[in-house]
């Protein structure tokens, strides 16, 4: 079987940044399935020159061919699922986990202490304390490697409201416009006017 090199998809380079990993732009093989050095070449030189890098800052990576993948997807699954039922090695305090839940959901430290009840600085003192257990510096950080160690999302806790505290809801009080809109002309005599 004769398949002219044509009909084959050509093939991608990918440029991606040495440091961040980030794929800046791709080129296409020619039509004769070579690299196509000088397309590639003027390309990456506009690159560095507009963000002040040098070729070698960049690294060229090829897709691979999706033979050379078979099992791949079916063994970093099972992978996965060991490493799930291994579970977290941090260890957590109930009120940790309902910080952290918060964190993950980006709120700040003062929404995280409201809905909590309790004071910025205790959750502050929380967030520290999951900054050192997570090995982190960071609250973005703190961020991946909660979800790289949990296997379960970390949701925060409703507050719980004790009996005492539990109110029945009292409506919001209206606005000038709520007002304005429910209520028509009012009639004031000569005296109320002046008063």
Do not use: W
């Not at 009840?117 to 304390?129: A, G, P, Q």
């Not at 999951?130 to 949701?155: I, N, Q, S, Y």
């Not at 409703?158 to 539990?166: D, F, H, I, T, W």
């Amino acid at each position: 079987m004769n398949v002219s090199r044509t009909s084959l998809p050509r093939e991608l380079y990918f440029f991606y940044e040495k440091n961040t990993g980030v794929s800046h732009f791709h080129v296409e093989a020619g039509a004769d399935g070579q690299f196509p050095v000088e397309q590639a070449a003027g390309l990456l030189a506009m690159h560095c020159l507009v963000r002040g890098q040098s070729p070698r800052d960049c690294v060229v990576m090829v897709q691979a061919a999706s033979d050379s993948l078979e099992g791949l997807t079916e063994k970093a699954e099972q992978l996965l699922q060991a490493g799930h039922s291994v579970g977290s090695s941090v260890k957590l305090t109930r009120r940790e986990e309902e910080v952290l839940g918060g964190v993950m959901r980006s709120l700040a430290n003062k929404e995280i202490a409201a809905s909590l009840n309790l004071s910025e600085r205790t959750v502050k003192f929380h967030v520290s304390s999951l900054l050192a257990k997570f090995r982190v510096r960071g609250r973005m950080e703190l961020v991946r490697e909660a979800a790289r160690h949990t296997a379960a999302p970390m949701t925060m806790a409703p507050p719980s409201v004790s009996p005492r505290e539990a109110r029945p809801s009292v409506p919001p009080p209206h606005t000038y416009s709520q007002v304005a809109r429910n209520m028509g002309p009012i009639a004031l005599t000569k005296r109320q006017l002046l008063a």
